[in-house]
């Protein structure tokens, strides 16, 4: 059975920052890229970084790169998202995906499996 838990996430003052982690079992983690998205209330779920299986290729959402940071860690299963300099308009659940593929695609509707998501509380 193919699991994603993600945590981390939690209430934060702007300007702050919070690393989230995503740990995958359930299927071979090193054949699949991942990605992280995000859904603000009222909102779409929107792409915020994806990266290759290989670790190297990565992508941000819009206006993310700079702020948002992510990692992958092959020998544990777990792919991170650092979020620094974080602001109320950041404030959404945040979910991990993975896709069998070599690399990460913006689209939601490609990715294979999904976790429950972590809530991302920033206060103004």
């Known amino acids: 059975q193919v699991q994603l838990i993600e945590s981390g996430g939690g209430l934060v003052q702007a300007g702050g920052s919070l690393r989230l982690s995503c740990a995958v079992s359930?299927?071979?983690?090193?054949?699949?890229?991942v990605g992280w998205f995000r859904q603000a209330p009222g909102k779409e779920r929107e792409f915020v970084a994806g990266i290759a299986r290989n670790g190297i290729n990565i992508s941000y959402g819009e206006s993310l790169k700079g702020q948002f940071t992510i990692s992958r860690d092959n020998a544990k299963n777990t792919v991170y998202l650092q979020m620094n300099s974080l602001k109320p308009e950041d404030t959404a659940v945040y979910y991990c995906?993975?896709?069998?593929?070599?690399?990460?695609?913006?689209?939601?509707?490609?990715?294979?499996?999904w976790g429950q998501g972590t809530q991302v509380t920033v206060s103004s």
């Open positions: 995906a993975t896709i069998y593929s070599t690399r990460w695609y913006e689209a939601k509707r490609s990715y294979d499996y």
């Open positions: 359930g299927l071979t983690f090193s054949d699949y890229a």
